[in-house]
């Protein structure tokens, strides 16, 4: 169990909702929680292979989770996971 | 070190004492880093919402030469945010606009404008001219041309971003630190996040995030080292909830231009990286334009079409008889649509409603399906003036 944080750009696909606290013992294993609680956020989060999206970064706490040991990365009850997928403000593109 | 030589260093007029004399108050400026702001030349890339507040406050600062890069013209829906702009602006070029704003405010700034579209074939001349480069671009292709450009000629690049209500802002100074590309090695596939046309924006959010990147801005020209700025730092800002947030950053060793064994050398083809390219999308769909889609109804063809905007975007303008069908449902209410009869998907200005159609592809649906071109504001623009645009 952690907390998951959910920036704007993936609220519309999870109710709404800026944070939850969902089940899970690993930072994986909470953004599946959320993947499975909300299922039309799935694609959002993961490619096709079922690896997460690479313009999405994983924190926990202050560190991404690359630095620690990626999804794999265990969470206690007190620690929060954090969504920073990549933003560019502004005009339509094309 | 700092960024400026000391070699350019000018001396300050009586004038220029008097102007800045709150900077020449604080010890971490004072007067050589005062004369240091003068001798430096920063490169504004878009003069939005990020880069209104930009300029405004580099050049009451005393920022000697402002370059700013911008192709478009100023619109009525760009005044809620773009503050540089006003409403006697409307339809000039957002350069010109920018320049005559910043020598109101200080003609001692020489403004260079670059009314062009930044690309790979104009990034290098441009930015080689520069110390310094903050980005205010608004879409991903410019975002990585700015990057890798700026890691390419070794400048910093105080980045700033934002969506809806939410910003991002950073240094990327690859001799020092991270780049974009280390945080991001790639762009989102198009459609699948919305822009900020299609999502909104909340008027104050870039003038917050500009103005910490202007702040970064004076620190590296003005200081002698990189201490306390964003370098190797993500600021995070939520506007509604009134949250910021700092994550780290770190150099990602397999960076493609920027790490230990590049595989990018020079500047590439942005469209194409960033899935813009025609060839590179498959097709899904077929454009119809307003009026056509009018001729088609007023002769009594039978057509499904699916509005997937949200509610709060119906209130400002209806698409009549419409079937409403917000994004995330279309996958989960694929058996409503009847293959037999042409579908055509309606959004605000006909991007999203890609992402719709892809969704509703991915469930097997094989009938023909339409977008309508420039969504229902191209409605509005060419059939239907009654409707507001927005
Ligand atoms: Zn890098």
Same mark, same amino acid.
């Given at each position: 169990m952690a907390t998951l944080l959910i920036p704007t750009a993936l609220r519309a696909f999870a109710g709404g909702q800026p944070e939850l606290d969902l089940d899970g013992s690993t930072a994986g294993e909470v953004i599946a929680a959320l993947a499975l609680k909300h299922p039309e956020i799935k694609e959002h989060l993961y490619e096709e292979s079922g690896k997460l999206r690479s313009f999405i970064n994983v924190y926990v706490g202050d560190e991404n989770v690359k630095k620690l040991q990626g999804l794999d990365t265990p969470v206690k009850e007190s620690d929060s996971v954090m969504l920073v997928p990549a933003i560019a403000g502004g005009r339509k593109w094309d | 070190m700092g960024l400026i030589d000391e070699g350019r260093l000018e001396s300050l007029s009586h004038e220029e004492i008097a102007r800045y004399s709150r900077h020449l108050l604080l010890p971490e400026i004072g007067l050589e880093g005062q004369k240091r702001i003068k001798a430096s030349k920063v490169l504004i890339v878009g003069t939005g919402g990020l880069g209104a507040p930009l300029a405004l406050y580099l050049a009451a600062a005393g920022v000697g030469t402002i370059g700013v890069v911008d192709f478009d013209?100023?619109?009525?829906?760009?005044?809620?945010?773009?503050? #540089?702009?006003?409403?006697?602006? #409307?339809?000039? &070029?957002?350069?010109?606009?920018?320049?005559?704003?910043?020598?109101?405010?200080? &003609?001692g700034v020489k403004v260079v404008e670059h009314n062009v579209a930044l690309t790979s074939s104009n990034a290098l001349q441009i930015i080689s001219q520069y110390d310094v480069v903050a980005d205010g671009t608004d879409n991903y292709q410019t975002r990585y041309l700015v990057n890798d450009a700026c890691v390419l000629l070794g400048k910093p690049n105080v980045y700033g971003s934002i969506f809806q209500f939410e910003g991002q802002a950073s240094v990327f100074y690859s001799k020092e630190g991270p780049c974009y590309r280390c945080l991001y090695p790639a762009p989102p596939p198009p459609g699948l996040v919305p822009s900020c046309a299609e999502g909104g924006v909340m008027g104050v959010l870039p003038g917050i995030v500009g103005t910490i990147q202007a702040g970064e801005v004076i620190k590296l020209i003005s200081g002698e080292s990189l201490k306390g700025t964003l370098v190797g730092r993500l600021l995070l800002f939520d506007q509604w909830r009134m949250k910021f947030r700092e994550l780290k950053l770190d150099k990602d060793p397999d960076c493609p231009i920027c790490g230990k064994n590049p595989t990018i050398h020079e500047l590439i083809d942005y469209e194409q990286f960033c899935g813009l390219k025609p060839e590179t999308q498959e097709i899904l769909y077929e454009t119809i334009e307003p009026l056509e889609l009018k001729a088609r109804l007023d002769a009594g063809e039978t057509l499904q079409i699916i509005d997937i905007r949200e509610p709060h975007e119906k209130a400002i303008a209806k698409f009549p008889g419409a079937k409403s069908m917000p994004l995330g449902q279309v996958k989960r209410r694929s058996s409503e649509f009847d293959p037999s009869i042409d579908t055509v998907f309606i959004c605000k200005i006909g991007t999203r409603s890609v992402f719709a159609i892809r969704a509703l592809r991915e469930t097997g649906y094989d009938g023909k399906i339409f977008n309508l071109a420039d969504g229902i504001n191209g409605w509005a623009r060419d059939v239907d003036k009654s409707l507001p645009r927005y």
């Open positions: - | 013209f100023v619109e009525a829906s760009n005044l809620q945010r773009q503050i #540089i702009h006003g409403v006697r602006d #409307i339809g000039r &070029p957002k350069t010109a606009s920018a320049r005559d704003k910043i020598r109101s405010i200080n &003609p």
